[in-house]
C-alpha cells in the first residue's frame, strides 16, 4: 500500500473509530497525522495532537511548514497541540478523570473532531500496563462522536516479546503499519 492510500484510510475514518498507526519515525507520522488534522480544521472541525517525545514547538515548526495555520487555530481553539503526559497523575499513571474530561470537551465542538494521540514515550517510561488500560478504557469502537489515531514508534511494538501489539491489534478498529491499513473485526 502507497502512502497515498494510506493517507485515503486515514481520511475516510468516521466518527468513534479507534486506529493505532505504528511510525518508523517522526517524519514519516508527521507526512501522515498532519493532512489528517488539517482535514478536520479545513471542514470547521477540531484537532488535536498529543505527544510526549516531541517538543512542542517542534510539532507547531513542523505544521506551520505543512500549511497549517497554528497560530489562528490554536487561539480560535480548534486546534490543541500538548504534551500527553499532561494527562498523568502524580505518581506517574494515567488519569482517567483529565482524559475523560478532555475528551468529553472536545465533543462538544461542532464539524468532525480529529484526535492525535502518541503515547509512545509512556511505553518506553514502561507505563505499558497503564497505557494498555486506558486503551481497552476506549475500546475498538468509541463512544463519543471523535476520530482518534494512537500512534507508536515502531520500536514499541515487540514490547513485551510482542504482547504490545497483541494488547494494541485488540483495541482498536484499524491498524495502520508502514505500507498497510486494515480493518480489525
Given at each position: 500500500?502507497?502512502?497515498?492510500?494510506?493517507?485515503?484510510?486515514?481520511?475516510?475514518?468516521?466518527?468513534?473509530?479507534?486506529?493505532?498507526?505504528?511510525?518508523?519515525?517522526?517524519?514519516?507520522?508527521?507526512?501522515?497525522?498532519?493532512?489528517?488534522?488539517?482535514?478536520?480544521?479545513?471542514?470547521?472541525?477540531?484537532?488535536?495532537?498529543?505527544?510526549?517525545?516531541?517538543?512542542?514547538?517542534?510539532?507547531?515548526?513542523?505544521?506551520?511548514?505543512?500549511?497549517?495555520?497554528?497560530?489562528?487555530?490554536?487561539?480560535?481553539?480548534?486546534?490543541?497541540?500538548?504534551?500527553?503526559?499532561?494527562?498523568?497523575?502524580?505518581?506517574?499513571?494515567?488519569?482517567?478523570?483529565?482524559?475523560?474530561?478532555?475528551?468529553?470537551?472536545?465533543?462538544?465542538?461542532?464539524?468532525?473532531?480529529?484526535?492525535?494521540?502518541?503515547?509512545?514515550?509512556?511505553?518506553?517510561?514502561?507505563?505499558?500496563?497503564?497505557?494498555?488500560?486506558?486503551?481497552?478504557?476506549?475500546?475498538?469502537r468509541l463512544e463519543l462522536p471523535l476520530t482518534v489515531?494512537?500512534?507508536?514508534?515502531?520500536?514499541?511494538?515487540?514490547?513485551?516479546?510482542?504482547?504490545?501489539?497483541?494488547?494494541?491489534?485488540?483495541?482498536?478498529?484499524?491498524?495502520?503499519?508502514?505500507?498497510?491499513?486494515?480493518?480489525?473485526?
Amino acid at each position: 500500500m502507497e502512502r497515498s492510500d494510506i493517507l485515503r484510510a486515514l481520511q475516510n475514518l468516521a466518527p468513534q473509530d479507534h486506529t493505532v498507526l505504528f511510525y518508523s519515525d517522526i517524519a514519516a507520522k508527521r507526512s501522515l497525522i498532519f493532512p489528517f488534522l488539517q482535514d478536520a480544521l479545513a471542514k470547521q472541525g477540531m484537532a488535536v495532537y498529543a505527544t510526549g517525545h516531541e517538543p512542542l514547538d517542534e510539532v507547531r515548526a513542523a505544521m506551520r511548514l505543512s500549511g497549517i495555520d497554528v497560530d489562528n487555530r490554536e487561539a480560535e481553539r480548534s486546534l490543541i497541540i500538548e504534551d500527553i503526559r499532561a494527562f498523568t497523575t502524580a505518581d506517574g499513571g494515567l488519569d482517567d478523570l483529565k482524559i475523560d474530561q478532555a475528551l468529553a470537551d472536545y465533543a462538544t465542538h461542532a464539524g468532525p473532531i480529529r484526535i492525535v494521540a502518541d503515547p509512545t514515550i509512556l511505553v518506553k517510561q514502561d507505563m505499558i500496563d497503564e497505557v494498555i488500560r486506558r486503551e481497552r478504557i476506549l475500546r475498538r469502537r468509541l463512544e463519543l462522536p471523535l476520530t482518534v489515531v494512537c500512534p507508536y514508534e515502531d520500536t514499541v511494538a515487540s514490547a513485551r516479546e510482542g504482547e504490545f501489539l497483541i494488547d494494541m491489534l485488540r483495541t482498536h478498529n484499524y491498524a495502520i503499519f508502514p505500507g498497510i491499513a486494515m480493518l480489525l473485526t
